[in-house]
């Protein structure tokens, strides 16, 4: 099972073993990772997922909708942002860092 690390805006790191197939979102929901709210259910609708991907793995190219979304971030967009809803968990990404943004991202 892939392992992804959570790093908070104070620095804390939460390593989650997340089931492939699901989103990264999915997985730092299901384990209460503070700081991605989620509120529109994974539908790239509010850019309340929205991480910064360290170590830049192989990620699925941003759809149109996400790159519009993470214009209205609250954080800063920077070129590592995605909104975690729409990054699948795959084998590949085991071992990848998100980094949460602060200011209520």
């Known amino acids: 099972m892939p392992v992804i690390t959570f790093r908070t ?13 699901i989103s990264v979102m999915k997985a730092a929901v299901a384990h209460g990772v503070p700081g991605i709210v989620a509120e529109c259910g994974g ?14 793995p192989e990620l699925p190219e941003v759809s149109e909708e996400e790159d519009e979304m993470l214009d209205c ?9 995605r909104l975690s809803c729409q990054l ?11 980094e949460v943004p602060g200011g209520g991202a």
Do not use: K
């Open 43 to 56: 539908q790239a609708m509010c850019a309340t997922c929205h991480v910064y991907v360290q170590d830049e």
């Open 73 to 81: 971030t609250i954080a800063p967009r920077t070129d590592q942002s």
């Open 9 to 21: 805006p104070g620095g804390d790191e939460e390593h989650i073993d997340a089931p492939a197939g």
């Open 88 to 98: 699948e968990v795959t084998p590949e990404l085991d071992g990848v860092v998100v």
